[in-house]
Antibody, heavy 124, light 111 residues
Framework: EVQLLESGGGLVQPGGSLRLSCAAS????????MYWVRQAPGKGLEWVSG????????YYADSVKGRFTISRDNSKETVSLQMSSLRVEDTAVYYC?????????????????WGQGTTVTVSS | QSALTQPPSASGSPGQSVTISCTGT?????????VSWYQHHPGTAPRLVIF???KRPSGVPDRFSGSKSDDTASLTVAGLQAEDEADYYC???????????FGGGTKLTVL
């Protein structure tokens, strides 16, 4: 079965850290840009971060810049999101997703494969 | 406040058509043909229904179509069915340093 599997979510106190992982199963992600998208309770989807297939270029939403770091290990077909200085407003379901178009490009075409999400709760 | 503007709600009766708009700027929707649309049922993973303005992934019914005029993109769902009731989000490439912007979402109700 083709799927992305997120893990690493949980309960953390404000100011704490958490590392999310996304593993590919039944599909390759090594040549694709990968993204993290979140949905806070009662809110819409919010794009969080992205990384090119090579890993050499990363992108962040202003709301997480300087606190979150995206990385990837193409040999293991995994993508990670290191989250630090967490805030209550970071509470959300976090999804990883793959770009529609693989290979080397500089754009965002859309996200065609999504994981089921992992829940992050930031609370004291 | 989302970077792309969508109406919060839309509705239609079974068999009817409904169109959802998504307004951005020349830095995103208006400047590039990289608009995508997602269907999201609560508790499930979002589903891509349109990419590159008007392309459908395999498995998406041709009842779903996309278009764009200037800074506004649109998603049309024809022949509404009960299972089309969901939240719909647009997104776009942006030439700002963030790469991607989303709309705030539109809740589609099938009456």
């Amino acid at each position: 079965e083709v799927q992305l599997l997120e893990s690493g979510g949980g309960l953390v106190q404000p100011g704490g850290s958490l590392r999310l992982s996304c593993a590919a199963s039944g599909l390759s992600i090594s040549s694709y840009a990968m993204y993290w998208v979140r949905q806070a309770p009662g809110k819409g989807l919010e794009w969080v971060s992205g990384i090119r297939g090579s890993g050499r270029k990363t992108y962040y939403a202003d709301s997480v810049k300087g606190r979150f770091t995206i990385s990837r290990d193409n040999s293991k077909e995994t993508v990670s999101l290191q989250m630090s200085s967490l805030r209550v407003e970071d509470t959300a379901v976090y999804y990883c997703a793959r770009d529609v178009v693989g290979g080397s490009h500089s754009y965002f075409y859309g996200m065609d494969v999504w994981g089921q999400g992992t829940t992050v709760t930031v609370s004291s | 406040q989302s970077a792309l503007t969508q109406p919060p709600s839309a509705s239609g009766s079974p068999g009817q058509s409904v169109t959802i708009s998504c307004t951005g700027t020349s830095s995103d929707v208006g400047g590039y043909n990289y608009v995508s649309w997602y269907q999201h049922h609560p508790g499930t993973a979002p589903r891509l229904v349109i990419f590159e303005v008007n392309k459908r992934p395999s498995g998406v019914p041709d009842r779903f179509s996309g278009s764009k005029s200037d800074d506004t993109a649109s998603l049309t769902v024809a022949g509404l069915q009960a299972e089309d009731e969901a939240d719909y989000y647009c997104s776009s490439y942006t030439d700002s340093n963030t790469l991607v912007v989303f709309g705030g979402g539109t809740k589609l109700t099938v009456l």
